[in-house]
């Protein structure tokens, strides 16, 4: 559980990007395969990745980007 209180998931698109769901929400973040690879370790980006997720929910909610639907 994250400082949010939400929960990260890798989902599998069936891409070579990293995909992230974020728990009760159908918001979800990508991130390419090219940016993950520039972290050493998974846990890097992991961490990194949590961090990012939660800055920007606490500045711009939990709201789904309505310019892809």
């Known amino acids: 559980m994250s400082k949010s209180g939400y929960e990260f998931r890798l989902v599998d698109e069936g891409t070579l990007d990293t995909v992230i769901s974020v728990s009760g929400s159908d918001v979800r973040y990508t991130y390419s395969q090219e940016y993950r690879n520039a972290f050493d370790t998974f846990d890097e980006f992991w961490a990194w990745v ?20």
């Not at 949590?50 to 606490?58: F, G, L, P, R």
Request: hydrophobic share 35%; aromatic share 0%; charged share 50%.
């Open 50 to 69: 949590v961090k990012d997720i939660e800055e920007d929910i606490a500045s711009n909610g939990l709201e789904e980007d309505l310019e892809d639907m």
